[in-house]
């Protein structure tokens, strides 16, 4: 019986993946504002169909929670699929690639982010700037020595956790709005830094970056029909399936465990023999190496990088994304980053305006959802967490 209701289970979520994924193709043909504005108003009137039907609702939300794991395979799989049913529905499918394969990248870039700020409560207003250091290192490394994207990508990750060891002394000795002032500093350093300095392009910024080259495949080859962003798609997808999988296994370990005791009570997790400062190092650094990497693939694909592209407001959209998606949940982040990056491109038809919706659809947002579209849940005490308390582990 239990075996049936869990494969019952398994069919709704097909099922409603499959009808989300079909109407958001629908949502990226719309070329009128009025249909837009139609959608937008289906949204609303959905939000308060689920108050009146509130524990239907709210059951579909737990049975994603339960099962996310299922849920983002289920993406995933209609993800890899995209490319090859877009162009027969979608007229601009080349565009929305485009568009797709940033939100994949700052998808990449939020969980970091969601792993220093939603499970550890460190505030980080810099994502944009590591970000950019990633990216620069790449394409300095590709430019004046050859190097290879095998080597470029993993060394902008690297380079952006070492960065982060510059914050060492400010984030053993600041937390909450503090560490947030200390972070927002060292990004207006970072970019006012690379603005200046001529050795890295000054405010000319780094061009002709070559492409990524994986073992003689060069990513400028098109795929049959398809246009060769189609080979940045499949390898952005790629690399963010495996940054998933391991934040999923971390939130699930004792490491999320005593994260999330960090961010919801310092003292008594002090007090229970945590390391604090060690772990709130090594959080702060192994966030920074995602946004790294992301920043390494943006600079290899688009082919030129400058200041302005690590500006400010990018680590604010990052910031937007963890806290509407719902801080420590990671199906919450893809949700909130495929809404703030793919939902603005639509209101470009309405560019006086475009601002203005965009930041009444984030304070609705916050006012309906004051903790995020999907709340983060209770994480599953599994044997490992038993056996690392039993231990005596920090």
Known sequence: MKKESKFLDYIKIILVEIVAFFLFLFFLKIESIWIVIAAILLAILIYFLSKIYKEKFR?????????????????????IIYPFISPLIITHSTYWMLIL????I?????LGLNFQLGSTGMMNLATAAFYGIGAYTAGLLALKLGWTALLTIPLGGLAAAFAGLLLVIPIYRTKGHYLALVTLAFGFMLVLAADNIEIIGGPQGLKNIPPVNIF?????????????YTNYYYL????????????????NSWIGLTSAYIRDDEPAAKGCGININLRKLLVFVF??????VAGAIYAHMIGFISPPNFQFAQSLLIVAIVIIGGMDNILGVIVAAILLVVFPEKLRVVTEYRI?????????????????????GPRKYDSSILKFARKGGS
């Open 216 to 228: 003689g495949y060069n990513f400028l080859t098109e795929i049959g029909s398809l246009h060769f």
């Open 287 to 292: 966030g920074n190496f995602f946004m790294g």
């Open 236 to 251: 952005v997808l790629a690399i963010l399936g495996i940054t998933i999988f391991i934040f999923a296994r971390l939130f």
């Open 59 to 79: 059951a579909l939300i737990e049975l994603f929670s339960r099962y996310q794991n299922f849920a983002i395979g289920v993406l995933f799989i209609l993800l």
């Open 101 to 104: 394969i940033q939100t994949g």
């Open 106 to 110: 700052y998808i990449m870039i939020a």
């Open 356 to 376: 203005f919706l965009y930041g009444i659809l984030l304070v609705v947002t916050l006012i309906l959802r004051p903790r995020g579209i999907l709340p983060f």
